[in-house]
């Protein structure tokens, strides 16, 4: 059974930071890209960030080098570490995962507000 456990969220100000986590069981994660993808209520489901299993990053506009996404294959993690954190980054953030068979498994989200 593939899980993704995603940890991190929370409330932060204007101007501060966070760490998600994304902790995966039941496959092998070096054979996957691990994304991050973040839904704010009425909207839909958007691309925050994506690394391959080959380290290749790739980043949606609106980060603007805010967010780093990073993975450590030997815990099975993935990371999203996110400064500058804006209200409009406000959502829910998804850990995604899929290899090159798209074979692809989301996790149960973590919810990020950034508000005063």
């Known amino acids: 059974q593939v899980q993704l456990v995603e940890s991190g969220g929370g409330l932060v100000q204007p101007g501060g930071s966070l760490s998600l986590s994304c902790v995966v069981s039941?496959?092998?994660?070096?054979?996957?890209?691990v994304s991050w993808y973040r839904q704010a209520p009425g909207t839909e489901r958007e691309l925050v960030a994506l690394?391959?299993?080959?380290?290749?990053?790739n980043y949606g506009d609106f980060v603007k080098g805010r967010f780093t996404i990073s993975r450590d294959n030997d815990k099975s993690t993935g990371y999203l570490q996110m400064n500058s954190l804006k209200p409009e980054d406000t959502g829910v953030y998804y850990c995604?995962?899929?290899?090159?068979?798209?074979?692809?498994?989301w996790g149960q989200g973590t919810q990020v507000t950034v508000s005063s």
């Open positions: 039941g496959v092998v994660l070096g054979r996957y890209s």
């Open positions: 995604y995962i899929e290899d090159w068979l798209k074979n692809n498994y």
């Open positions: 690394i391959t299993s080959g380290g290749t990053t």
